[in-house]
DNA sequence: TATTAAACGAGACGGTACGTCGCGTCTTGGT
DNA sequence: ACCAAGACGCGACGTACCGTCTCGTTTAATA
C-alpha cells in the first residue's frame, strides 16, 4: 500500500507544467516567458529555474509530462489495420488543437537546442519506435511483412512522411491522405512483374 | 543587351544577406540578431527592418537566396539510380556543415512563425516537389515505377524519411543509410507472393 | 511702387513657419519634430535644412515672424499709467494661449541653445528694452522719474518680476498682479521718513 | 541611536545621480542621455527608469539633490546688507560654473516639462521664498523696510531681475550689478518729493 | 523657344537614443 | 530554511528623428 506522499515541490512542480501548458496555449510557445509562467504561476523565477534549465526544457517537460500521448498499438491480428489506427491516432492527436501546436513548437525548438532535442528523442520518439519495432517484429514472425523489412527503418519510413507534411509543408493531414501513404509504402514504387 | 543595373539598394541588401549568413555560422541562428547583422554590416537598424519583417524573415532570405541549392535531377535512364544520386546530393547539402545547421534553423524557425512556413514552402518545398514530381512521371511513362503509384505523395515519402531522421532523431545521415531507405521504399513491406 | 515680388521660396518659407507654429500649438514643441514639419507642409526636409539650422531656430522663427508682438507703449503723459498698460499688454499676450506656451518654450530652448538665444536677445529682448528706455527717458526727463533711476537696470526691474512668475513659479499672473509689483517698484522697498 | 541603514539601493540611486551630474558637466544637459549615464555608472537603463520618469526628473534631482544649495540668509540686523550678501551669494552659485550652466539647462526643462516645473518650485523656488520671506518680515518688524511693504512679491521683486538677466539677456552678472540693482529697489523709480 | 541649372518632394541611409521586455542571477523580507 | 517578489546588469527589441545623401521632377532663368 505505498501511496505517493505528493510532497509541497511536487505540487509545486506540476503547477508551474500546468501553467506553462496553459499560457503557451494561449499565446503561443514563442510568446511564452519564463518570467511570465512565473507571474500567472504565482511562483519565484528561482523556483523554475531551479527545476528547469532553460524555457524550452520546461515546455517540453510540460509537453510530454501530463501523459505519455496515447499511441500506443492495438493489435488486431492485421498488421496493415493497426498500422492504419495508431497512425490515425497519431494524426489526430499530433496534428491537430490542442496538442498539434504544441508539439510542432516543442520540435522547432528541438531544432535551435540540443538538450530539448536530445531529451526529445528519449522521452518521445524512442519509446515510439521500441513500440512499433515490436509490433513489426510480431508482424513479420507472422508472415505479414516482407521477412528482409529493415526494421531499423522503420520510424523513418512510416513516420517520416506524417512529419514532412505536418512540418515541412504544413498541410491538414487528413486519414485519407495517411490510408494513401499506407498503401504506398506497403505496395512500394517498383513496378509488379 | 540587358545589363542588370545592380543599384545602390540592391548591393546593400546583397551585403546584408552576406553578413547575416555569416553570422549565423558563426554564431547560430538562435543567437543572431537583427542588431548584430546590422552593426556587422555596417547599416542602420531601419535598413534591414525596411526589407525584412523579422530575423526569420531574414535569415530564410538570407539562406535560401544565394544559390537555388543545387538539389536538380540527373536523368540517366535509371529513375532508381537518379533518385539514389539527388537524395545523395540533398543529404549532403542539407546534412552538413556549413548548410545543414542553417537549414535545419530555417526549419526549426518555420514551426514558429506561419510567415517563415509559407515562404519557406514556395522557394524551397515547392520547387523540389515540381522537380522530383517531373523526374517520376517520366520514369512511370517509361515503366521504371508502378503504374498506380501516387505522385503527390512523392515527396513525403522519398523526402520523408530523411527529413524525420535530420530533425526528429538528429542523427547523422549516410549515403548508406538512404540507400537502404531508397531500397525499401521501392520493394514495400508488403511480404512478395 | 515697389510690389514684393512674393517668390515661390518666400511662399514655402512662410508655409513652413506656419506649418510649424500650428503643429507646436497641437503637440507642444517637446514633441515638434522637423519630419514632422516636413511631412505636414508637403516639404522634403532639405527644404527646411536649407533655411535654418535647428529646430530651435525654425520654432524661433515661426513664433517672432509673425507680427510682431504689439508691445510698444502708450504714450498718455502718464508714465506709470502707460507702464501698467503696456505691461498688461505683454502678460495677457505673454501669459495666456496661444501664444504663452509658445513663448514659454522658446525661452526654455534658448537655455539649451545658444545660437537660439542670442537671436532671442536680438529680436525680442533688445528692441523691447529700447522701446522701454526710450519711454522711461521720456518720463525721466518730464520729472516723472527719480532723476538718478538708472535705465540700464529698467528690463531687469520692469519685466524681470514678471518673467520669474512665468518661468519659474509658473502661477498665472493677473492685471492685479502687476499692478502691485508695480507700485512696489514704484515705491520702493526703503521706508519712507 | 539612529544610525542610517544605507541600503544597496540608496547606494545606487546615489552613484546614478553622480553620474548624471559628472556627465552633464563634461557634456551639456542636452547631450545628456539616459543611455549614457547607465553605461557611464554601470547601471541598467530600467534601473534608472524605476527611479525617475525622465530625463528631466533624474536631472533635477541630480543638480537639487547634493546639498540644498548654501543660500540662507545672514542677519546682521542690517536687511540691506544681508540681501546684498545673500544675493551676491546666490549670483555666484547660479550664475558660474559648475553650478550655473546646470541650473539653467534645468530651469529650461522646466519650460517643456511641467512636472519638473513642478518639483522644481517645490525643492527649490518655494524654500527659497520662505526664507526671503523670513528675513523680511523681520526687517519689516525692524523698521528697515517701509511697512506697507508687499512680502508675497518679495521673490518676484529680489530674484526677478537677476533671472531675468541670468536666462533671457543671459549676461553676466556682477556684483556691482546686483548692488544697483537693489539700491534701485530700496529707493523705488518714484521720484522723491 | 529650348536648354540648363537650381530647387524641390520624396524618402533611403548610418546613426543615436528611446522606452520596453525578458534573460538568468542576486537580495530581501515574510511565513 | 525556503520561497514570492522583484531588483539588478545586460542585451536586444522595434520605433522615432537626426542630419546627410541620392533620386527623378518641376520650375525659372539663360542662351
Do not use: C
Amino acid at each position: 500500500m505505498t501511496d505517493t506522499p505528493r510532497t509541497r515541490a511536487d505540487d509545486r512542480t506540476e503547477a508551474i507544467r500546468r501553467t506553462t501548458l496553459e499560457l503557451a496555449q494561449e499565446i503561443g510557445y514563442a510568446k511564452l516567458s519564463i518570467e511570465g509562467v512565473a507571474a500567472r504561476a504565482g511562483v519565484g523565477k528561482h523556483t523554475i529555474y531551479r527545476r528547469w534549465p532553460s524555457k524550452g526544457a520546461l515546455f517540453l517537460d510540460a509537453v510530454l509530462s501530463p501523459q505519455q500521448p496515447d499511441l500506443d498499438y492495438p493489435d488486431t491480428g492485421d498488421v496493415m489495420a493497426d498500422l492504419r489506427t495508431q497512425i490515425h491516432h497519431a494524426v489526430d492527436l499530433l496534428g491537430r488543437p490542442p496538442f498539434g501546436p504544441l508539439f510542432q513548437s516543442l520540435i522547432g525548438e528541438a531544432q535551435h537546442n540540443p538538450a530539448v532535442a536530445a531529451e526529445l528523442n528519449e522521452r518521445f520518439a524512442k519509446p515510439q519506435e521500441a513500440k512499433t519495432v515490436a509490433r513489426l517484429t510480431k508482424a513479420r514472425e507472422q508472415g505479414q511483412l516482407a521477412p528482409e523489412f529493415d526494421l531499423d527503418l522503420a520510424m523513418s519510413i512510416l513516420t517520416g512522411p506524417l512529419f514532412f507534411t505536418l512540418m515541412v509543408t504544413q498541410e491538414p493531414v487528413t486519414h485519407e491522405y495517411v490510408d494513401r501513404v499506407l498503401e504506398a509504402l506497403f505496395a512500394g514504387m517498383r513496378p509488379r512483374p
